[in-house]
């Protein structure tokens, strides 16, 4: 099993946004020092909860200042970029990162982002955009022959040399892409059949484990369509993580601080508003009004001194069947610096060397 790390970047709606992005700098090369994996950067753009509307921007500071991390958007929300652009963004980005980034898609799910951009979620118009600009994004990457792709949403050509010298020549430094990530919410998710279908990777986000077990089914269906055999090893989990010395103290430090306010006064309500509070349930008859923070905290969360988490993420390893890269939920403790730098090195110092034997039983993908 790998660690990873998987930010918003959530930010309480009266921080500043430098002051946001500056502690989003701050853990990215605390992660970079303690060894993660990796690191994915969310887009949003009507949310003061998650304010950046920008991946890139952190990305690029990010890659400047760590040396092995790999780091990517978490992903770009396809539908509001137009595609030509984004690929030769992504490309140059690629060669800026020296091959270290990786390229999280994502098809949107606020509707208050769907208003600003007029696009009707509803109609699941979001999710038609996003593969359709995957598609050319993918097709001006690996196609060297000149085309036009009339889409429905765009029309892209990739012209032949002009005026004998200007002709399109923005590839990514790693060949044929960037690894590629999507991540999904919801039961039967298309996003993650889409993950399963072009052996994308797979990012299923923060819900009950027994509800998040589904997800790999969806994986699997999609890569039946083309034949590939998908690998748990690629999948990524995003959980909300807090490690502290003692349990009380972790507990006191994740429900009873940002961890709890962030939850409580955003993402709750949140999900509730999209009738989503089901995903989080333990067991179906759990009647919504009782889904609070200490419920989430008490089983969906992994907090607690190392050995519970170790024993917490054993026992949702068991519950989804095996995954390979737990990824930690990002929040903002610039207020207790001290105490999130502390619980990112006790997850990957004292709680992962007790969980190498997880993920030995896989085989690549496909």
């Keep these: 099993m790998e660690l990873g790390y998987f930010a918003m970047p959530s930010h309480p709606p009266e921080c500043g946004l430098k002051e946001g992005h500056d502690w989003d700098l701050q853990v990215l090369r605390w992660l ?14 009507t ?24 780091i990517g ?19 140059m980005l690629d060669h800026l990162s020296d091959g270290r980034l990786n390229f999280g898609v994502a098809a949107s799910g606020l509707p208050s982002d769907w208003a600003m951009f007029n696009v009707d979620g509803m109609s699941g118009q979001n999710r038609d955009m996003t593969r359709e600009a995957l598609e050319i994004i993918l097709k001006l990457w690996t196609d060297d022959a000149p085309w036009t792709y009339n889409g429905k949403y765009w029309t892209v050509t990739k012209p032949d040399t002009m005026f004998d010298f200007l002709k399109p020549h923005l590839k990514p430094k790693q060949a044929p892409h960037p690894p590629i990530g ?31 077990g589904s997800h790999w089914d969806s994986v699997e269906a999609g890569a039946a369509k083309t034949g590939r055999k998908p690998s748990r090893q690629d999948w990524r989990l995003v959980r909300e993580v807090f490690v502290a010395d003692t349990d009380e103290e972790a507990w006191r430090l994740s429900t009873g601080d940002m961890m709890g306010r962030m939850m409580g006064e955003y993402f709750l309500p949140l999900l509730g508003h999209f009738g989503f509070k089901d995903y989080l349930k333990a067991t179906p008859d759990v009647p919504d009004s009782d889904v609070n923070v200490e419920y989430c905290a008490r089983h969906n969360w992994i907090v607690g001194s190392p050995a519970t988490v170790t024993e917490k993420i054993e026992k949702i390893y ?16 610039k207020h207790k610096p001290e105490a999130w730098h502390h619980s990112l090195r006790l997850l990957k ?10 993920g030995t039983e896989f085989g690549r993908a496909a």
């Design 349 to 358: 110092q004292e709680v992962l060397p007790r969980l190498k034997h997880l």
């Design 32 to 45: 970079d020092e303690l060894g993660y994996q990796e690191a994915w950067i969310g887009e949003h753009h």
């Design 73 to 91: 958007p978490g992903g770009f929300l396809l539908p509001y970029h137009h595609p030509a652009e984004l690929a030769n963004r992504v490309a």
């Design 318 to 333: 068991q519950e989804v069947g095996g995954f390979g890269v737990l990824l930690v939920f990002g929040f903002d403790y």
């Design 182 to 212: 999507v991540a999904g919410l919801s039961k039967n998710s298309d996003t993650l059949k889409l993950a399963g279908e072009r052996g994308f990777i797979p990012m299923s986000l923060n819900l009950n484990p027994a509800y998040v």
């Design 47 to 70: 949310a003061p909860w998650e304010p950046h509307p920008s991946p890139d921007l952190l990305v690029a500071q990010a890659l400047l200042q760590t040396k092995n991390i790999r």
